[in-house]
Structures are given as C-alpha cells and as structure tokens.
C-alpha cells in the first residue's frame, strides 16, 4: 500500500504488483518481500524510479547515498533521474581511498558501512536511499556515514518499508518517504 498521507493510485498499484512476498526466505518465519519482478519490467520500473522522484521532490539535497548491492540499483536510477550525485557505500575494504566508517547491529553481530571521506564534503546535503527499510540498521549507518563526514542528512527514501519492523524510528528525526508500506508479516 501507499505511504500514509498518500492516497492509492494507479502507479502505487502496478508498482506493488511486481512485488513478489516470498515466505520462509531467507529462514522460517521471514516474509521476503522480491523486488526482482519490478527490475525484469522495464515500464514498472520506469514508473517506480519517477514515483520515488517525485516523492523527495521538496527535499533539498546535493547528493545521494545509497548501500550495496539492491540500493545501488535504486540509488542509481534516483540519481540519474535527479540529476545529483550518487555516493556508494559499500562493505568495508572494498573501496581504493581512504574511507569513513559507521557500524550497524544485525541479529548475528554487526558489520559496517564505508565511504569514500572526500565523497560527502562538510555541509553537503545528502539523501539516503535504499530498495527496503526494514528494521533501519543500515539506513542508520548511512546516515552515520553522512554525519560522520560533516554531512548533512536531508531525508531518507524507501521504495518499501515494513512498518511492523520499526526501521522509521532509527532513522529519527529524519524524514522517510517510503512508496509501498506493509503493516504486517502477511501484507
């Protein structure tokens, strides 16, 4: 369904439609929500990118941050569509410059995030961007990553947020735009 505030649409509908809820992946009781669908049909995804867009279109931001390896995929497109620049974090050791840093919590441990140190010049405004907010471990280290840098963190953008999972609050006091929200696991 549509983010609150938004009222459905035809787009909202065709967008939602390519996603795919696959249960038991990847361990029981995990309702994984595939966005493969929507990236195999060129119109859907067309339709996607324009829609998250317009959806941080009164955001001022300079630039956008996204984490590998699907939130490149929407954090490229939204950068080409925006016209901004595009800041990849990746897993550590993986980028050739001297890097910054910000560790997350999974339910296992925690990894972390890098960027390049020159990609987020003080006071640049940055837009973090990713396919999924889920429980916002990795949101919240992007905008670590953002703020560690002198950064500044103009809103967050989603193409999917599973509500249930409470991932908004990690990233608080930022705003979150989100296209498609799920309430619970059977959404």
């Given at each position: 369904?549509?983010?609150?505030?938004?009222?459905?649409?035809?787009?909202?509908?065709?967008?939602?439609?390519?996603?795919?809820?696959?249960?038991?992946?990847?361990?029981?009781?995990?309702?994984?929500?595939?966005?493969?669908?929507?990236?195999?049909?060129?119109?859907?995804?067309?339709?996607?990118?324009?829609a998250?867009a317009?959806?941080?279109?009164?955001?001022?931001?300079?630039?956008?941050?996204c984490?590998?390896?699907?939130g490149?995929?929407?954090?490229?497109?939204?950068?080409?569509r925006?016209?901004?620049?595009?800041?990849?974090?990746?897993?550590?050791?993986?980028?050739?410059?001297?890097?910054?840093s910000?560790?997350?919590?999974?339910?296992?441990?925690?990894?972390?995030?890098?960027?390049h140190?020159?990609?987020?010049?003080?006071?640049t405004?940055?837009?973090?961007?990713?396919?999924?907010?889920?429980?916002?471990?990795?949101?919240?280290?992007?905008?670590?990553?953002?703020?560690?840098a002198?950064?500044?963190?103009?809103?967050?953008?989603?193409?999917i947020?599973?509500?249930?999972?409470?991932?908004?609050?990690a990233i608080?006091?930022?705003?979150?735009?989100?296209?498609?929200?799920?309430?619970?696991?059977?959404?």
């Amino acid at each position: 369904m549509p983010d609150a505030g938004s009222a459905p649409d035809a787009s909202f509908r065709d967008i939602e439609r390519h996603i795919m809820t696959v249960a038991d992946f990847p361990k029981p009781g995990v309702s994984f929500k595939d966005i493969t669908p929507l990236l195999d049909d060129g119109p859907a995804l067309h339709d996607a990118i324009d829609a998250l867009a317009n959806a941080v279109e009164h955001l001022d931001y300079d630039r956008i941050v996204c984490a590998e390896a699907r939130g490149f995929v929407f954090g490229t497109a939204l950068a080409y569509r925006t016209r901004k620049g595009l800041i990849l974090a990746r897993k550590p050791n993986k980028l050739p410059r001297r890097t910054i840093s910000a560790e997350y919590k999974l339910e296992y441990g925690t990894d972390s995030l890098e960027a390049h140190v020159d990609s987020i010049p003080p006071g640049t405004r940055v837009l973090v961007a990713d396919d999924l907010l889920a429980t916002g471990g990795t949101a919240r280290a992007m905008c670590q990553l953002v703020e560690n840098a002198g950064g500044v963190v103009a809103g967050a953008a989603f193409m999917i947020e599973l509500l249930y999972l409470g991932g908004r609050q990690a990233i608080t006091p930022h705003e979150v735009v989100s296209l498609i929200t799920y309430e619970n696991p059977e959404d």
